[in-house]
């Protein structure tokens, strides 16, 4: 799970956004001791700005990225580290600011 | 059969940086002379591969515009710029806009196209960012008085009368400056009804 904090008065698009141009949220992690089945993010809201004539597909405030993971069979019990990276674009009513791409990292413990 | 334990929750991740505050600007009005400085000269290459040079627009008032095909906001204004060109043009006005998309014209090709933009646009660069005091926001533009000084600058969407306002009183103002590689040339702003252009794009 990937707890994610927006500053009030942006937002980020929604991992489906509504416009072609426009640059989803997106989680990656690394090849690892786990592999990455499937993500779950959060249901999007559609909200309407005054620089759009459509309502657009966004995250805002608090929200989770849920990521599920395989455990192969010949993974080592014990504790590990998953990598990865989390890219968004964010705006606020008025302006926007340019892609970014943050690292990410997760401490799990593989329970045999 | 194996699970994972999450060892210890993580701080949520804080998406917006203290440097990505720049607030938007208010309406503004133009500088006054004194305050003006000279814009940072650019050569970029257009859709067609040619080499725009800033400096080629001296004597023009030039509405210099970066943006993003990723970028509501700058969408938004993009009819706006459209309608100056066609309106402005034969005045001696010109709209540049400088692109900040990483893909380059992988993505701003087909989004002129299906905006029919009818002003030169570019791919801008890091570089081209930093001259122009590191552009953080888009959209973010600047408009510049015929001796190619900046008279205005927006951070964000603003009202297009903003803008309308601003390149009507650039047009206007009777000052004349002097053209480039002509000698004692002087290029004329507006004078009742006519402009010279000289030999300029």
């Not at chain 1, 786990?34 to 999007?44: C, N, R």
């Not at chain 1, 759009?52 to 405030?61: A, R, Y």
């Not at chain 2, 938007?24 to 040079?53: C, H, I, M, T, Y």
């Not at chain 2, 001259?131 to 001796?147: A, K, W, Y």
Request: charged share 20%; net charge neutral.
């Amino acid at each position: 799970m990937l707890p994610l904090d927006l500053r009030p008065g942006y937002h980020v698009n929604s991992n489906t956004p509504s416009d072609e141009y426009l640059i989803p949220l997106r989680l990656t992690w690394n090849p690892g001791p786990l592999e990455a089945s499937g993500f779950a993010f959060p249901q999007p809201r559609m909200e309407k700005y005054s620089f759009s004539e459509k309502p657009l597909s966004v995250f805002t405030g608090d929200f989770q990225i849920v990521t599920h993971f395989k455990v192969p069979a010949n993974a080592a019990a014990g504790p590990a580290t998953l990598t990865g990276k989390l890219r968004y674009q964010a705006c606020n009513n008025s302006m926007c600011l340019a892609p970014k791409t943050l690292d990410v990292t997760q401490q799990v413990e593989i329970v045999k | 059969m194996s699970r994972i334990h999450v060892a210890a929750a993580s701080a949520a991740l804080a998406l917006l940086l203290a440097s990505c505050s720049r607030p938007s600007s208010l309406p503004s009005e133009l500088k006054s002379e004194g305050q003006r400085k000279p814009a940072p000269n650019f050569s970029l290459k257009d859709a067609d591969g040619n080499a725009v040079n800033l400096t080629d627009y001296r004597g023009k008032v030039v509405l210099v515009n970066f943006w993003a095909t990723w970028c509501g906001p700058c969408e938004a204004e993009i009819p706006w710029f459209i309608e100056f060109e066609k309106k402005y043009k034969d005045k001696g006005f010109a709209v540049l806009g400088v692109s900040m998309d990483d893909d380059g014209w992988k993505s701003v090709r087909p989004y002129v196209a299906s905006h029919k933009i009818n002003y030169r646009v570019m791919i801008g660069s890091e570089v081209v960012s930093q001259q122009f005091g590191e552009i953080e926001s888009l959209p973010t533009s600047f408009v510049l008085d015929r001796e190619g000084r900046i008279a205005s600058n927006h951070i964000g969407l603003v009202d297009k009368v903003d803008y309308q306002n601003e390149i009507v009183k650039l047009l206007e103002d009777p000052k004349t400056v002097a053209v480039p590689g002509t000698g004692a040339g002087v290029f004329a702003g507006l004078t009742g009804a006519g402009v010279r252009t000289g030999q300029r794009p």
